[in-house]
Nanobody
Framework: QVHVVESGGGLVQPGGSLRLSCAASGSIVNISVMGWYRQAPGKQRELVAAITSGGSTNYADSVKGRFTISRDNDNTTVYLQMNSLKPEDAAVYYC?????????????WGQGTQVTVSS
């Protein structure tokens, strides 16, 4: 089994910054991709940023130039540095890992962390 846990959400003023962390643990053999998604009330969950085990990154157009995804060398922890936050960035942010354990392969999701952008 693979567990994914996010942390780092909170309340920030417009223009401020937050850093989210996501750690995957368990009987992990390999993680090919880890990503951050977000879901605002009444909206569909959307991809924010993703990073492959090789270091390739992908960003939603709405966050390019403001958000940066990175990972630790062990490839089980990823971060999302969010700068110049806007009210429309407010959402629950979810992390996922496309991972293979000793017995199963699949996409594993965390419980989410709330990001609120308000003055």
């Amino acid at each position: 089994q693979v567990h994914v846990v996010e942390s780092g959400g909170g309340l920030v003023q417009p223009g401020g910054s937050l850093r989210l962390s996501c750690a995957a643990s368990g009987s992990i053999v390999n993680i090919s991709v880890m990503g951050w998604y977000r879901q605002a009330p009444g909206k569909q969950r959307e991809l924010v940023a993703a990073i492959t085990s090789g270091g390739s990154t992908n960003y939603a157009d709405s966050v390019k130039g403001r958000f940066t995804i990175s990972r630790d060398n062990d490839n089980t922890t990823v971060y999302l540095q969010m700068n110049s936050l806007k009210p429309e960035d407010a959402a629950v942010y979810y992390c996922n890992a496309d991972a293979r354990s000793a017995s199963h392969a699949g996409v594993y999701w965390g419980q989410g962390t709330q990001v609120t952008v308000s003055s």
